[in-house]
């Protein structure tokens, strides 16, 4: 079992940057792999991108590549995002989540963390 813990979120400008840590707890990190989702108010959840358990390997949706990066610290328990030239349409909740299956596959993400606000003005 792991518990995730999101922070880095707040207010910034459109065209600004943020990084988003998610801290897990727990002996086994490196055997998850590691996604980031969003949801906005009103909308379904969303898919932000994706780490398999080496680090190795990365997947992003096409709207989101060049913007937005992910990465992860095996030794700190840590997996970050970093996301810039941020627009309003990137406002929403972002959520860490954890899973023991490949990366690829959202629908085996089961652990997931509380959640860290983030809002784009313009």
């Known amino acids: 079992q792991v518990q995730l813990l999101e922070s880095g979120g707040g207010l910034v400008q459109a065209g600004g940057s943020l990084r988003l840590s998610c801290a897990a707890s727990g002996r086994t990190f490196s055997s998850y792999a590691l996604g980031w989702f969003r949801q906005a108010p009103g909308k379904e959840r969303e898919f932000v991108t994706a780490?398999?358990?080496?680090?190795?390997?990365?997947v992003y949706p096409d709207s989101l590549k060049g913007r937005f990066t992910i990465s992860r610290d095996n030794a700190k328990n840590t997996v970050f995002l970093q996301m810039n030239d941020l627009r309003p349409e990137d406002t929403a909740v972002y959520y860490c989540?954890?899973?023991?299956?490949?990366?690829?596959?959202?629908?085996?993400?089961?652990?997931w963390g509380q959640g860290t606000q983030v809002t784009v003005s313009s």
């Open positions: 780490i398999d358990q080496s680090g190795d390997n990365k």
């Open positions: 989540a954890a899973s023991l299956g490949s990366y690829l596959f959202t629908s085996a993400y089961t652990y």
